[in-house]
């Protein structure tokens, strides 16, 4: 262990701390615990007395942890409107992500607009062949199937940052639990 600096070994403590804190957020939202989640707790804690001189960044890193979570939980309990850009997980497409804007609210659920794009790629709405036309891609989805709420995309029609980090931990989520 010679070989890493100590600035190397607090940045790996850190990447695992922010992954932990990201699988407690989709732990909750999903509804269970498991012994496993709480053991990495523990050992964050352990870590942070060790790591910190002034006391400080422990206490924030578990606010930060703490506000990520909560503003993950009260994102899901927020209302669909129309024009709103989406995340779905829906089985009958296997290409991730999934992101879609609402046409309409319909009785069935929603009518969505896909959109083609990727994770560190612009965004535009999809286009299918009908004949020898290029029409949008509509479909209608449950509202059970939509995974993220209100995605607010740059400028340049590309995901945040932050928003990729948790679209990726969520279908993660999705995958380990309907496999």
């Given at each position: ?15 695992s701390a922010s992954t932990n804190a990201r699988n407690k ?18 050992e964050d804690d352990e870590s942070d007395g060790e790591d ?121 989520a999705k995958d380990g639990t309907s496999s």
């Amino acid at each position: 262990m010679e070989h890493l600096d100590p600035d190397e070994e607090e940045e790996d403590g850190e990447v695992s701390a922010s992954t932990n804190a990201r699988n407690k957020a989709i732990t909750s939202l999903l509804g269970g615990g498991s012994p496993k989640n709480n053991a990495a707790e523990t050992e964050d804690d352990e870590s942070d007395g060790e790591d910190r001189g002034g006391g400080t960044s422990g206490s924030l890193r578990r606010s930060k942890r703490n506000s990520d979570s909560t503003e993950l939980a009260a994102q899901m309990n927020e209302s669909v409107d129309v024009m709103d850009v989406i995340a779905i997980c829906c089985p009958k497409y296997k290409d991730r992500p999934q992101i879609a804007r609402v046409v309409e609210k319909t009785s069935k659920g929603f009518s969505v607009q896909w959109m083609a794009g990727s994770y560190s790629g612009s965004w535009t709405e999809a286009k299918r062949r009908d004949g020898r036309k290029l029409v949008p891609w509509v479909d209608t989805i449950k509202e059970s199937d939509i995974i993220y709420k209100k995605i607010a995309l740059t400028s340049a029609n590309k995901l945040t940052n932050k928003v990729v980090q948790t679209l990726r931990s969520l279908y993660a989520a999705k995958d380990g639990t309907s496999s």
